[in-house]
């Protein structure tokens, strides 16, 4: 019973995300309205347009359903729920104004604080990654698998240069591949799909960045925690990680032994 209403969750999830793209198209690279709600945290009339279709859509087919989002004043009746939609109308904002095809539009279903299926979709690379618990994850049809890397170095690494290269590592890193890309959520689309090996953001995140994607990694065969290698839980009082390390399971140890003893 669980498998199947998964599945439809994650039907609903397709349809919603892959209606959604035809906005992020249409409006990219254009001159789109946009302000920012906080500092370094940019919305535009992209991501409320996409929210706003995604809502009708998800809480019209589940009305029972629980709804976090980003672009969504928060409402604790989702504490309430056991069955959440977890949605980032655009992950990646600041590269969609730019201009560059690095972002994604994120949705997930969250039971009991975990992900159940999920769906993230870069509508500029028709790349549609999704993911259903026990049932395997999957870009455009065919099936993931994270790669099977066993040393740190020489590892293809996605994310900010500047991380890496900081001064204040005791040890410093090994000789790195080292890629950046404009959404979390895309990032760790890419190491469940084998194209990187593993990613790291040493900084807080909110459910709606990482919720969908993790599933990716995880039934992609790959590991994703915290960095001290705490288990993600979703849909709390305070809808925030406080960071993300994702990889395949031969190197995450590794990665895991170099930041676990990190205070933040």
Same mark, same amino acid.
């Given at each position: 019973?669980q498998?199947?209403?998964?599945?439809?969750?994650?039907?609903?999830?397709? !349809?919603? +995300?892959? !209606?959604?793209?035809?906005?992020?198209?249409?409006l990219?690279?254009q001159? +789109? *309205?946009s302000?920012? *709600?906080?500092?370094?945290?940019? +919305?535009s009339?992209?991501?409320i347009?996409? #929210?706003?279709? @995604?809502?009708e859509?998800?809480?019209?087919?589940?009305?029972?359903?629980?709804?976090?989002? !980003? %672009? /969504?004043e928060?409402?604790?009746?989702?504490l309430?729920?056991r069955? +959440?939609?977890?949605?980032?109308?655009?992950?990646? /904002?600041?590269?969609?104004? *730019?201009? *560059?095809?690095?972002?994604?539009i994120?949705?997930?279903?969250?039971?009991?604080g975990r992900?159940?299926a999920?769906?993230v979709f #870069?509508p500029? /690379?028709?790349?549609?990654?999704?993911?259903?618990?026990?049932?395997?994850?999957?870009l #455009?049809?065919?099936?993931?698998?994270?790669?099977?890397? %066993?040393?740190i170095?020489?590892?293809?690494?996605?994310?900010?240069?500047?991380?890496?290269?900081?001064?204040?590592?005791?040890?410093p890193?090994?000789?790195?591949?080292? !890629?950046?890309?404009?959404?979390?959520?895309?990032r760790?689309?890419?190491?469940?799909?084998?194209q990187?090996?593993?990613?790291l953001? @040493?900084?807080s995140?909110?459910?709606?960045d990482?919720?969908?994607a993790? @599933?990716?990694?995880?039934?992609?065969?790959?590991i994703?925690?915290?960095?001290?290698?705490? /288990?993600?839980?979703? #849909?709390?009082?305070?809808a925030?990680?406080?960071?993300?390390?994702?990889?395949?399971?031969?190197?995450y140890p @590794?990665?895991?032994?170099?930041?676990?003893?990190l205070?933040?």
């Amino acid at each position: 019973m669980q498998d199947r209403e998964d599945a439809a969750d994650l039907a609903l999830l397709s !349809e919603a +995300v892959r !209606e959604s793209a035809a906005i992020a198209r249409r409006l990219f690279g254009q001159p +789109v *309205k946009s302000w920012h *709600k906080a500092k370094d945290a940019p +919305v535009s009339e992209a991501d409320i347009a996409i #929210n706003t279709l @995604l809502h009708e859509r998800l809480r019209g087919a589940r009305p029972d359903y629980g709804w976090l989002s !980003e %672009e /969504t004043e928060d409402d604790s009746s989702r504490l309430t729920q056991r069955r +959440v939609f977890v949605v980032d109308p655009i992950d990646g /904002t600041v590269a969609f104004l *730019k201009g *560059k095809p690095e972002f994604t539009i994120c949705a997930g279903v969250i039971v009991d604080g975990r992900p159940r299926a999920a769906a993230v979709f #870069n509508p500029m /690379t028709d790349e549609f990654f999704s993911a259903q618990l026990g049932a395997g994850a999957h870009l #455009n049809g065919a099936p993931l698998r994270v790669s099977a890397r %066993e040393q740190i170095e020489g590892a293809r690494m996605v994310g900010p240069r500047a991380l890496y290269d900081h001064p204040s590592w005791a040890q410093p890193w090994p000789p790195l591949h080292i !890629e950046n890309r404009g959404s979390i959520a895309y990032r760790m689309a890419l190491v469940a799909a084998g194209q990187f090996d593993g990613m790291l953001s @040493l900084y807080s995140k909110h459910d709606w960045d990482i919720a969908a994607a993790e @599933l990716l990694v995880t039934e992609a065969g790959g590991i994703a925690t915290t960095h001290r290698g705490e /288990t993600l839980s979703y #849909n709390g009082a305070v809808a925030r990680q406080r960071s993300i390390i994702c990889s395949g399971p031969q190197l995450y140890p @590794l990665l895991l032994e170099r930041v676990r003893h990190l205070s933040f």
